[in-house]
């Protein structure tokens, strides 16, 4: 037998005295994210076209989509970030970033009871101003 | 004489999930136990009725937290054999290479739990870090650490480079370097020998009567892997499965420990005959809707599993079921734990690698 003494954990013991913890000191020492982590979905709200196929994806039915009110709207707390709405976006406006999301606290719950979390996106723009003769109303 | 009824659980440090076991005692001898589950059913299998075959993968991973990969390649392999869809070759290698990884873990936060429920938390503490870097590699080739998301149905989301997947090999292989020296401590320390020696022994008799399954049987000496079965390219390895005679707490302690080391060379082999290579297809993108039905079995870190999906031609299933390895292995625990000592119950409840997330889905 490689260890008579039968003390096979004091090598181990010996170099956690000469070694840096294994742990970090978080969060004051935080370890950045992997290359490709899934951590928050982030919309561009320039480029959607409201076609609702990333909310009729969404297994957890994290996403609101009006294409009348030209509103997108996600329960980020909802989100399980699996990226399958980033994967049927056609017009790229979906993206997932590595960092982690926001912790809310419940001081954060709106007066009407509104969970944190939630956000919208609104398009405002087409609705307004008259379209000027000889140019195409913006693509829905 | 006379008998007391003691709960052991829903909540006792031991137990990392809920589970209760009435011990009904003569003195301080079990002569019964009756278990009690439901304290985390969530109703995972009905949410087919609501949920688009296509993204139930997705709900399927969630059973459990360590097992997640197997279950979401066992939900991807039911659909795939039912709409007939033929996977790309590196993608089953990927697959194989993270089921492989993924009982690694398993394996580790298991003799991790393990050690600390029969008091060496020193070891647990070391177990640990171990699994801390698998996860890492968990992280950097699937996106997460704990909910991978990669598997399609057809094929996997996401490629591993083969640069990357040389430099997984090495550090698994140190890692494997590593983990012999702390499962020289599992097999060599006196303390543990004497806590887990000729405890809880289940012969293989008994073990075929009560059909337990993975390391559970295979520590009663019965050569049972459902990886032998040669399915998801698992014919293409050599391995033999791992069996240990004395069937008691320590053996199945002694089985888990050499799987590791059995996971990592498999890890090896499959890198090695993988066609390599950038841009190789990976997805075969489902058409249409299922019909049919079919059963899948797979060898997850705490046994074989089997998978239940009937389609029905709409994009919802009709029914998914899965029989998790845990609830094949109830019925011996409770065995086991008829005649032991109070102060056994623990451990041999704990050797069976209980995961009732799984078992209650």
């Known amino acids: 037998m490689a260890n008579p003494l039968k003390l096979p954990m004091v090598p181990r013991a010996l170099r956690n005295l000469l070694s840096r913890p294994a742990t970090r000191r ?25 076609c609702t196929l990333c909310m009729k994806r969404c297994p957890a039915a994290a996403i609101t989509v009006s294409r009348e009110d030209r509103i997108w709207a996600i329960e980020q707390l909802t989100c399980i970030a699996c990226g399958v709405c980033v994967d049927v976006c056609a017009k790229k406006s979906l993206s997932m970033s590595v960092d982690s999301r926001h912790v ?24 307004a101003p008259a379209p000027v003769a000889g140019t195409a109303p913006a693509e829905s | ?36 589950i439901g304290y985390i059913h ?35 392999v039911s659909l795939e054999s ?6 790309p070759e590196r993608a089953q290698w990927l697959r194989l290479i993270w089921a492989e990884i993924s009982r690694i873990q398993s394996h580790l936060l298991w003799l991790g739990l393990g050690a600390d429920a029969f008091g060496f938390e020193n070891l647990f503490m070391h177990c640990w870090r171990m699994r801390e870097e698998i996860l890492d ?26 640069a990357e997947l040389a430099a997984i090999l090495v550090r698994l292989e140190e890692l494997g370097k590593e983990f012999k020296k702390t499962a020289s401590v599992f097999s060599t320390d006196p303390s543990i020998a ?26 009663s000496g019965i050569a049972t892997d459902t990886r032998l079965n040669g399915a998801n390219l698992y014919n293409q390895i050599e391995f033999q499965p791992i069996t240990e005679t004395a069937g008691d707490c320590l053996a199945r302690v002694v089985v888990r420990l050499r799987e590791v080391d059995q996971s990592i060379d498999m890890i090896r082999q499959a890198i090695d005959k993988m066609p390599k290579g950038e841009g190789l297809a990976l997805e075969n993108k489902p058409r249409g809707n299922p019909v049919g039905e079919t059963f899948t079995r797979l060898e997850q870190p705490r046994g074989e599993v089997v998978y239940y999906v009937k389609a029905n031609g709409t994009k919802y299933l009709e029914r998914f079921r899965a029989r998790t390895p845990t ?26 690698d209980p995961c009732i997330s799984c078992t209650e889905r």
């Open chain 2, 82 to 87: 039912i709409m007939k869809i033929e996977v």
């Open chain 2, 42 to 76: 969530r109703g995972l299998e009905m949410m087919v009725e609501r949920v688009e075959y296509t993204e139930m993968g997705f709900v399927v991973e969630r059973i459990c937290g360590i097992c997640s990969f197997m279950h979401g390649m066992g939900y991807c």
């Open chain 1, 26 to 50: 978080y969060p004051y020492e935080i370890r950045p994210r992997f290359v490709g982590a899934r951590g928050t979905l982030e919309f561009d709200v320039e480029t959607c076209n409201y």
């Open chain 2, 194 to 219: 004497h806590r887990l020696g000729g405890v809880g022994v289940l012969t293989a008799e008994e073990a075929l009567t009560t059909a337990t399954v993975g390391p559970m049987a295979r520590a």
């Open chain 2, 327 to 352: 609830f094949a292995n109830v019925p011996a625990m409770i065995q086991l734990v008829k005649g032991c000592e109070l102060a056994d119950v623990p451990n041999i409840i704990l050797t069976i």
């Open chain 2, 137 to 162: 590699i968990f992280e950097k080739t699937t996106g997460g650490r704990v909910i991978h998301s990669v598997n399609r149905i057809g094929g996997v989301k996401r490629d591993i480079s083969d």
């Open chain 1, 104 to 127: 809310h606290t419940m001081s954060e719950v709106g007066p009407q009871g509104q969970r944190p979390g939630h956000e919208e996106w609104h398009k405002p723009a087409d609705v």
């Open chain 2, 1 to 36: 004489m006379k008998r007391t009824v003691i709960p052991f659980g829903p909540q006792h440090p031991v137990l990392p999930e809920p589970i209760v076991l009435d011990l009904i005692l003569e003195d301080e001898r079990v002569v019964d136990a009756v278990p009690t």
